[in-house]
């Protein structure tokens, strides 16, 4: 059975950094890409990142490029979210995906569930 | 960049059919997924590819895409399938999700 399970929200301060962790079992995962996607507190989802089963393809939404950074290892089976320069607008549960082949571009059949991240002051 | 458009609610009396639309330039050419959201939870994808459906959802869920629009379809619609339903595709090197229609059974 698919599991994901995140890990490493919180709150921090704006400008701040924050290491998200989403622990992976059930399924080979070097096999399926991996995402990020978020939900602001009574808004829709908000794709963030994605990285291909490989590790070698990462693309990333405008609205965190050059701040998160996505990365996976494979040998303990964990997607990173790097965030820096955290602002007010980051705020959200962050959701971990699995994507449902090995490149990106497709749709995200298990979902974990979720780890919220605050930014405030 | 690419927007993907959805109603923000709409509504269905149980047991009748209800139908989600998501619009977006030559959605068609793409393939569209679909994910269910109750209050709390998680989303679940229930239709992926157009109009495949995941093991253990529903056959009551359906889906198609042609030209600028996918829908999801509810036959026979439940109070369990009450929720917000978000429609999504890839596009250069995105993944784009609509805004989101809260499905409203009464």
């Known amino acids: 059975e698919v599991h994901l399970v995140e890990s490493g929200g919180g709150l921090v301060q704006p400008g701040g950094s924050l290491r998200l962790s989403c622990a992976a079992s059930?399924?080979?995962?070097?096999?399926?890409?991996m995402s990020w996607v978020r939900q602001a507190p009574g808004k829709g989802l908000e794709w963030v990142s994605t990285?291909?089963?490989?590790?070698?393809?990462?693309y990333s939404a405008d609205s965190v490029k050059g701040r998160f950074t996505i990365s996976r290892d494979i040998s303990k089976n964990t997607l990173y979210l790097q965030m820096n320069s955290l602002r007010a607008e980051d705020t959200a549960i962050y959701y971990c995906a699995k994507d449902t082949q090995t490149v990106a571009g497709t749709s995200f059949d298990y979902w974990g569930q979720g780890t919220l991240v605050t930014v405030s002051s | 960049s690419y927007e993907l458009t959805q109603a923000p609610s709409v509504s269905v009396s149980p047991g009748q059919t209800a139908r989600i639309t998501c619009s977006g330039h030559?959605?068609?050419?793409?393939?569209a997924s679909w994910y269910q959201q109750r209050p709390g939870q998680s989303p679940v994808l229930v239709i992926y590819?157009?109009?495949k459906r995941p093991s253990g959802i529903p056959e009551r869920f359906s889906g198609s895409n042609s030209w600028n629009t996918a829908t999801l379809t509810i036959s026979g619609t439940q109070a369990m399938d009450e929720a917000d339903y978000y429609c999504?595709?890839?596009?250069?090197?995105?993944?784009?999700f609509g805004g989101g229609t809260k499905l409203t059974v009464l």
């Open positions: 990285i291909s089963g490989s590790g070698i393809d990462t």
């Open positions: 030559k959605l068609g050419d793409k393939y």
């Open positions: 590819e157009d109009s």
């Open positions: 059930g399924f080979t995962f070097t096999t399926y890409a």
């Open positions: 999504q595709t890839w596009d250069s090197s995105s993944v784009v």
